[in-house]
T-cell receptor, first 115, second 114 residues
Framework: NAGVTQTPKFQVLKTGQSMTLQCAQD?????MYWYRQDPGMGLRLIYY???????DKGEVPNGYNVSRLNKREFSLRLESAAPSQTSVYFC??????????????FGPGTRLTVL | GENVEQHPSTLSVQEGDSAVIKCTYS??????FPWYKQELGKRPQLIID?????GEKKDQRIAVTLNKTAKHFSLHITETQPEDSAVYFC?????????????FGSGTRLSIRP
């Protein structure tokens, strides 16, 4: 099993450009998440999908959109990138959002720089 | 909503000594408290978790304690080793519904001095 995979690993954008970060998991998990990690700020939840067909906002959703394409894939889109979105982005999955067992498995991360 | 505060932000201990990281949470309905370890340049990984129906959980050299009355929980690492050097994140989750979210603390960078 590859676990949680993310593409790309690195990306540099100019202000105003758009891009989509891809995430896939092969563990048959129901729930998937997108976090951003900034120095001294920990992991902040952007959006999550409790199950296929549903998405919900997290702590910092502004400037982002998501698509739960199927059970395996959960993408994050930046429509008009801003320097404040420079960060490391992590995708994660867990068996079920509504289970008492809720370990989250993280992908390797995408380092995004917006100039 | 839930707010999780973590202290200290950096911690340096001598190899072999113990390390303690503390977190407080705001939502008294939170009932699940995981700890994640992130080594430099790598992804976060769960190392231990505790549910609100127990006060302490231990796994070899690491342990977590929970004080529901005071709304704080702590990570204890004994006999620290160089491979314990990493950033540690606490987190809290309220409830089991599909709308419940895990909120992370800001992290503690632990350095082990040889």
């Amino acid at each position: 099993n590859a676990g949680v995979t993310q593409t790309p690993k690195f990306q540099v954008l100019k202000t105003g450009q758009s891009m989509t970060l891809q995430c896939a998991q092969d563990m048959n998990h129901n729930s998937m998440y997108w976090y951003r990690q900034d120095p001294g700020m920990g992991l902040r939840l952007i959006y999550y999908s409790a199950s296929e067909g549903t998405t919900d906002k997290g702590e910092v959703p502004n400037g982002y959109n998501v698509s739960r394409l199927n059970k395996r894939e959960f993408s994050l889109r930046l429509e008009s990138a801003a320097p404040s979105q420079t960060s490391v982005y992590f995708c994660a999955s867990s068996p079920r959002q509504d289970s008492s067992y809720n370990e989250q498995f993280f992908g390797p991360g995408t380092r995004l720089t917006v100039l | 909503g839930e707010n999780v505060e973590q202290h200290p932000s950096t911690l340096s201990v001598q190899e072999g000594d113990s390390a303690v990281i503390k977190c407080t949470y705001s939502d008294s309905a939170s009932n699940y408290f995981p700890w994640y370890k992130q080594e430099l340049g790598k992804r976060p990984q769960l190392i231990i978790d505790i549910r609100s129906n127990v006060g302490e959980k231990k796994d070899q050299r690491i342990a977590v304690t929970l004080n529901k009355t005071a709304k704080h929980f702590s990570l204890h690492i004994t006999e620290t080793q160089p491979e314990d050097s990493a950033v540690y994140f606490c987190a809290a989750r309220r409830g089991h519904s599909s709308a419940s979210k895990i909120i992370f603390g800001s992290g503690t960078r632990l350095s082990i001095r040889p």
